[in-house]
């Protein structure tokens, strides 16, 4: 039930003391006509309506979550506790610089870790997420361009393995994409690369490992090859949980990067955000960075904005109580931690891997990062049971299903990220499931097109909700009353 | 699977009814079909001059989008609007809702009689 | 130190023993050895959960917590009920990926389906999407909303909050938007400015409500000289004020945006805030980002899925009109339980209470001499001349643990911006004006 359909007039609770001035409203032409609706509900019902909702949820709390490409480890506790300090939380961002050292301070520290994790020169806090990263990274590579007099470099080379945001991430920033083929072993068809790239070439966006779990051994070969043609290389940092302490982005010919901290850096999704993607780059690029970074000078901190920024991407600083949660994060790890974190990581994977790959077609058959995808084609042709039946089955036994139908060219695809916070028991359970699953769709394939029984609603008509949107409840009333 | 014998077809999957110098467009019974259910429809602008095997159009399932091409160039000069609220037509009578009508048309692509179409679809059906 | 990795050394050789290896480092053979480190990373060794929580304890600690506040510029400091915190902690809530897997996800998708519905009634409008990063990426994802291939040119008043307006200008130079900025006149929009401008390749014209200086704008004479152009209407709004002042719809606005971070999210020095979208029905498919509609199951019980998704990234790639995926549904599901808890007495009150407390400040302080610049009517926001350098007065009240108002820049240089909430109560606002007396 709705929470609009809990309210009664004349409930809930006061939470304000009277007004101690005269009152004053706007005048009747600035005043609002239209009824507002909000509920009116006592807090005891208001918070089992929030209990009732968790109940319907699942998080990384309840168990294991190997959505491929979306590294959903464990959000440790410390983390929150840090960025509900006061002292971070109730920080207004327009104190002056003196009154806030400790942000400055946190924000420094951070960069110099990313810095040293990704071989990058300098980061910004300011982009919201992944995608906000990107479009950060890719305006950046453009006024480059530009302030070279380089007009015509109109082109953003994008794999086809590559996510939705970077091509859509390219279009608003300006450019066209090129998407270039995968070739035979899951990497970039070198050939087809040097085919595509010329003097109209802005840049390549690439994600190594990429979204297929395999690390592209061509990586030096490709990144000289957009250098030579004078070229930017943009890192995503979806998928750095792989290679932390191991090999850096920057050392690959990498330029520019984001990173993911609601990912790599373990601060938790929030069923769907706040992320924060901070945005590193070598030196030749460090004018053309936005907002503000903290600089560090005779100990103290102070905020300098870049000689030839592209200005701001977003209000102040960034996503800063994740920023917080990030660093509280890297402190605990330390370089030992981080190296540990990947490690883990990629055999967890590879461990899950070699136990389902007998049963299961993998995409690619070879030793994985620390993601690995599965085509269920065969199992769809033999069965009729598909990705999207095996998935919902999972969930009937109790664990979230992995990624599906992505990376887009593999068919039936099933993604699966276990991460390095999942124990040796929980990923045997988990194949013991997957595995079981194989049998029950050569046995009784049926019961898979009613999956998910267990859950508080079975599967649901998504092309009537497209086709009809009802995106808001609608009061029976005017009043709000029921 | 549906071919109407008096229309024209496209490799992508387009027929095309000519009448004098303008033409009607629409998706095949295949088409639609193989799309699965259609859940929204962005049509062109009337006015906007497209070109042989130009992008008009596209439509969406709930999980998917589809360029859809012309094979004849011309201006659009009515759309379907009706579509626009009820895209399940398309699903229903692929040849009864058609999608756009060009008046003047500039080029004619590559055109399949219904037999070639018929021949078309079920090449693909076997490699399939 | 701290790992959080379960794995026993012993099973970490049992897992590489299944694919017949000795070390994990034999899992990265694919990485060419030019790129592999050589060294290990320099950065400081793991610490402990105590030192850890020793040092950024410290950290926090060298920030000046304010506890009377009368600065807002974009940021507010409104009463948070306790029991926000408490819906925002719920870790099945908290820990949650994007609601992919709906029969998994109704708690989150039915939560997000609850914000929509109460952005659409705090803004009059029909449809709301689950969110942006913030007020300001709000504002350009709404103009990217207008852009139709013969309608590009954008107008944004010169009052709107200047991050809003930068971050706009970021977009905008992306995608080659022509962006013309109309002036201030008396504090407000300079209306005669986009009557002689606005064209028909005019593709919206932006303002913010109340402005930048708190004042009311002319609303509706605004919207009407764009819509008679065949432009869009975009408003920004605080939704705090929406408890009392007149709705962006009843305006005419087709869209209305804006920093949702009075709605029960605390300062925290800048974010994670929360960007709000809203529009009429017609524009409902050009929104960015997630949605959530409501639908049935397979046995006819009401259910939520995230729907029309077909505009998003991940299917329309380079053809989509938005790069978001990510995108501040926890700053959401805290509005969300904060407009639930408030009601809409609560609302109203606080709106009533943010206003009055504004009003009472510029008297006293314009008996001071802080002469109000403000010709007209004002929300909770006020700017006011000072008859002492600004940055003395602001040491000054530093000094005694009080946030003053804020020392706007440019052309307004001199001048302060300041901010009343119903968090400030008339003995702080009296404190105040004790001790500029002083100075």
């Not at chain 2, 639609?32 to 008009?56: H, K, M, R, T, Y």
């Not at chain 2, 969406?60 to 399940?88: C, F, H, M, Q, W």
Request: aromatic share 8%.
């Amino acid at each position: 039930m709705l929470v609009f359909e809990k309210s009664r007039e004349g409930r809930g609770t006061s939470f304000l003391p009277i007004c101690d001035v005269p009152e004053v409203l706007p005048s009747p032409q600035f005043q609002r006509k239209l009824p507002l609706q909000l509920p009116e509900i006592a807090e005891t019902d208001l918070n089992r309506h929030y209990s009732e909702l968790g109940e319907k949820a699942y998080g990384v709390n309840h168990g294991a979550y190997p959505l491929g490409s979306c590294t959903m480890k464990y959000n440790p506790k410390i983390n929150e506790e840090m960025a509900g300090l006061s002292g971070f939380s109730e920080i207004h961002p327009l104190q002056t610089e003196e009154t806030v050292q400790g942000c400055l301070e946190v924000m420094n520290l951070l960069e110099k870790y990313l810095c040293e994790i990704t071989g990058m020169t300098h980061f910004t806090m300011q982009p919201g997420a992944g995608a906000h990263g990107e479009l950060t990274g890719l305006l950046m590579m453009k006024a480059y361009h530009q302030k070279h007099g380089d007009t015509k470099r109109t082109k953003i080379i994008v794999p086809d393995s590559a996510h939705g945001t970077n091509p859509a991430s390219a279009t608003m920033a300006g450019f066209e994409t090129i998407t270039v083929p995968s070739n035979k072993d899951g990497g970039v068809d070198v050939e087809k690369l040097k085919e595509a790239v010329g003097s109209d070439t802005a840049g390549l966006m690439l994600t190594n490992p990429n979204t297929l779990g395999l690390f592209d051994k061509n990586i030096l070969e490709i990144t000289e090859i957009i250098h030579n043609c004078g070229g930017i290389n943009y890192y995503d940092g979806a998928n750095l949980n792989a290679i932390m302490g191991i090999a850096r982005p920057g050392d690959m010919g990498f330029d520019v990067i984001h990173v993911n901290l609601h990912k790599t850096f373990s601060t938790p999704h929030g069923g769907g955000g706040p992320g924060s993607g901070p945005v590193g780059c070598k030196k030749f690029l460090s004018e053309f960075l936005p907002s503000v970074r903290s600089e560090e000078k005779d100990g103290r901190f102070r905020l300098v904005k870049a000689a030839s920024s592209i200005g701001e991407m977003k209000s102040f600083y960034g996503n800063f109580l994740i920023v917080v949660r990030a660093l509280t994060y890297l402190m605990t790890m330390g370089k030992e931690g981080v190296l540990q974190a990947s490690e883990n990581a990629v055999l967890n994977a590879n461990y899950m891997l070699q136990k389902l790959k007998d049963l299961y077609t993998p995409a690619y058959n070879k030793t994985c990062m620390h993601e690995f995808v599965l085509s269920l084609e065969k199992l769809k042709k033999e069965t009729g049971v598909s990705a999207l039946d095996i998935a919902k089955g999972m969930i009937d036994k109790g664990i979230h299903p992995p990624t599906m139908y992505f990376p887009l060219i593999v068919h039936e695809a099933l993604m699966f990220e276990p991460t390095e916070t999942e124990s040796k028991e929980t990923m045997d359970d988990m194949i013991e499931i997957l595995r079981d699953l194989y049998e029950e769709a050569h046995t009784t394939p049926e019961q898979f097109h009613s999956a998910p029984i267990s859950t508080p609603v079975a599967r649901l008509n998504e092309v009537e909700a497209a086709r009809n949107p009802i995106l808001k409840y609608d009061w029976p009333n005017e009043k709000g009353d029921i | 699977m549906k071919i109407l014998n008096d229309l024209f077809y496209s490799k992508f999957h387009e027929w095309i009814k000519f009448d004098g110098e303008s033409a009607v467009v629409g998706l095949t019974d295949y088409a639609q079909s193989a799309l699965g259910d259609i859940v929204f429809v962005n049509l062109p602008e009337i006015g906007d001059e497209v070109g042989v095997d130009g992008s008009f159009a596209d439509v969406e399932s709930v999980k998917a989008v589809s360029d859809i091409y012309t094979p004849v160039g011309g201006r659009v000069s009515a759309i379907n609007e009706e579509l626009l609220d009820a895209p399940e037509k398309i699903n229903q009578d692929a040849y009864d809702a058609w999608l756009v009508k060009f008046d003047k048309i500039t080029e004619k692509g590559e055109l399949l009689s219904a037999e070639e179409y018929k021949a078309f679809v079920e090449s693909i059906q076997e490699e399939a | 130190m701290g790992s959080y990795v379960p794995s026993t050394d012993l099973e970490r050789r049992e897992m590489l023993s299944t694919f017949g290896l000795h070390s994990v480092k034999e899992l990265f053979e694919d990485i060419p050895q030019q790129v592999r480190l050589k060294e290990e990373l320099c950065l400081p060794k793991g610490m402990s959960e105590l030192e850890v929580r020793r040092n950024m304890m410290g950290l926090a600690n060298k920030n000046k917590v304010f506890t009377s506040i009368f600065r807002g510029a974009g940021s507010y400091r409104h009463f948070i009920p306790a029991i926000v915190k408490s819906v925002i902690s719920k870790e099945s809530l908290l820990t949650a990926y994007t609601p992919y897997q709906p029969e998994l996800s109704q708690g989150i998708l039915q939560s997000i389906f609850e914000y929509q519905t109460m952005i659409c009634d705090l803004t009059g409008m029909d449809a709301s999407n689950a969110s942006v990063y913030d007020g300001a990426t709000a504002a350009a994802e709404s103009i990217m909303m207008c852009q139709e291939r013969k309608r590009s040119k954008v107008f944004i008043s010169k009052t709107v909050n200047p991050f809003v307006l930068e971050t706009v200008h970021t977009y905008c130079y992306g995608k080659k938007i022509e962006l013309i900025i109309v002036p201030e006149k008396n504090g407000v929009t300079d209306i005669s400015f986009i009557e002689k401008k606005i064209d028909s390749s005019t593709a919206c014209v932006y303002i913010q409500q109340p402005n930048f200086y708190g004042s009311f704008e002319d609303g509706e004479k605004i919207g009407e000289l764009a819509h008679n152009a065949g432009a869009k209407y975009i408003m920004g709004v605080n939704p705090i004020s929406l408890g009392i002042a007149k709705t962006p719809r009843e305006y005419g606005a087709d869209i209305a945006v804006g920093e949702g971070q009075p709605l029960g999210i605390p300062l925290s020095f800048g974010g994670p805030y929360l960007g709000f979208m809203a529009t009429v029905d017609s524009m409902k498919r050009k929104l960015p980002g997630r949605i959530v509609g409501q639908t049935k199951d397979s046995n006819g019980k009401i259910g939520y899925v995230l729907t029309l998704q077909a505009r998003e990234q991940h299917i329309r790639r380079e053809k989509s009109s938005s790069n978001i995926c990510s995108n501040e549904a926890l700053c959401a599901l805290a509005a969300g339980a904060y407009l639930s808890a408030m009601g809409k007495k609560g609302l109203r009150e606080v709106a009533v209470q943010s206003m009055s407390k504004a009003d009472y400040l510029a008297e006293r302080l314009s008996e001071l001499g802080y002469k109000l610049v403000n010709k007209e009517e004002f929300f909770n926001e006020f700017v006011t001349e000072s008859p002492k350098p600004v940055s003395e007065v602001m040491l000054l009240l530093e000094s005694k643990g009080i946030l003053g108002g804020y020392p706007l820049r440019g052309e307004n240089e001199g001048n302060i911006l300041w901010c009343c909430t119903e968090m400030n109560s008339k003995k702080d606002i009296d404190e105040l004006i004790a001790i500029l007396q002083e100075v």
